[in-house]
């Protein structure tokens, strides 16, 4: 039996003939592998199987493996196993599960993760922001001021420590419907905040720095699942 080390460098060392630029797909394809290592050592144990959430996710993982180390996985992609697991957070309470398939999500729908090239880009966003805050202060209520001096706060740690926040706990603040005068003088409030947001919290790739679609080495594989076959019942369904 190969073990998951050796089996590892083996898919790595597949990807060593695609360029390694930040443009290409070599990246995403290294962060998808990274993703599904540390699923498959969570669930380690378990069976795959069409008949549980795990065991279809655990079928889902070795076709996304073997798609990328055959070069055929355009990105983005649809894995709706993937993207429904997300989605219902069933599998979150096995330890180690919701963080790497949060990231692997990100890989395949595109969005992409963050990485240290994109922080001055982040801090940028944040600067200007908080810039466009300063020039209506005085009107502010004390509530809306607390979400943009945490914001900027959360900024400067970053910039001065490196320390990305652990947690967000002004999360259901941080709407336009909650920060009324923000949303009505900052132009495009909600939209801003809601980058800045994801990328500083949830490993969103800034989406300034995000990549087009990015074809296959070796196409072949849709990006678009098929149709779903008729369903038996109504109301049915199984990702």
């Not at 290409?24 to 380690?44: F, H, Q, S, T, V």
């Not at 909600?190 to 790739?205: G, V």
């Not at 995000?210 to 990702?239: I, M, Q, S, V």
Request: a negative charge.
């Amino acid at each position: 039996m190969i073990d998951r080390e050796t089996e590892a460098c083996s898919a790595f060392s597949a990807l060593d003939t695609l360029p390694g630029d930040d443009g290409g797909i070599a990246e995403e394809y290294a962060d998808a592998l990274a993703a599904i290592w540390a699923l498959e050592k969570a669930l380690a144990g378990r069976v795959p199987t069409n008949d549980t959430p795990d065991g279809r996710l655990l079928l889902t993982l070795a076709w996304l493996k073997q798609e990328i180390v055959a070069q055929r996985l355009p990105i983005p992609v649809e894995a709706r196993t993937v993207f429904y697991l997300v989605g219902s957070g069933e599998l979150n309470p096995i330890p180690g599960v919701k963080a790497p398939l949060h990231r692997l999500y990100l890989v395949l729908t595109g969005i992409g993760l963050i990485k240290p090239r994109h922080v001055p880009l982040l801090l940028s966003m944040i600067d200007d922001f908080y810039t466009d805050a300063q020039a209506i202060w005085s009107e502010l209520p004390m509530e809306e001021r607390e979400v943009m001096d945490d914001l900027h706060a959360r900024g400067a740690a970053l910039r001065l420590k490196g320390e990305w926040p652990m947690g967000n706990p002004l999360q259901r603040r941080q709407t336009g419907l909650a920060n009324p005068v923000l949303e009505r003088h900052i132009p495009d409030f909600n939209n801003r905040m809601t980058d800045i947001t994801a990328s500083l919290f949830e490993q969103w790739r800034p989406y300034a720095a995000k990549k087009p679609p990015l074809d296959p080495p070796h196409p072949g594989l849709p990006r678009n699942a098929p149709p779903e076959p008729e369903r038996p019942y109504p109301g049915w369904f199984r990702p």
